[in-house]
Nanobody, 117 residues
Framework: QVQLVESGGGLVQPGGSLRLSCAAS????????MGWYRQAPGKQRELVAA???????NYADSVKGRFTISRDNAKNTVYLQMNSLKPEDTAVYYC???????????WGKGTLVTVSS
């Protein structure tokens, strides 16, 4: 069992930056692939960025060059650094831990990011 708690969301102006954090507890964090997803009003949840247990990363085309995902296994935490934010980045951002099987797939409750002037 893994518990995930996101933090760092808030209101930011276009062009600004935020760093989201996701703290994990309850299992061996290092074995999980971690991901950040987002869901905007009226839209489906989409993958923003992911990082494997080995540190390989991938990003949605819409955030490449602006967002960076990283993990600190010693702190059981994954981060999402978001730069050059745009209004279309406004969404609830969710942290996901994927252990490779349906029974090892966990979600946080989300943190709201609002990009507006």
């Amino acid at each position: 069992q893994v518990q995930l708690v996101e933090s760092g969301g808030g209101l930011v102006q276009p062009g600004g930056s935020l760093r989201l954090s996701c703290a994990a507890s309850g299992s061996i964090f290092s074995i999980y692939a971690m991901g950040w997803y987002r869901q905007a009003p009226g839209k489906q949840r989409e993958l923003v960025a992911a990082i494997t247990s080995g540190g390989s990363t991938n990003y949605a085309d819409s955030v490449k060059g602006r967002f960076t995902i990283s993990r600190d296994n010693a702190k059981n935490t994954v981060y999402l650094q978001m730069n050059s934010l745009k209004p279309e980045d406004t969404a609830v951002y969710y942290c996901n831990a994927d252990g490779g099987t349906p029974s090892m797939d966990y979600w946080g409750k989300g943190t709201l990011v609002t990009v507006s002037s």
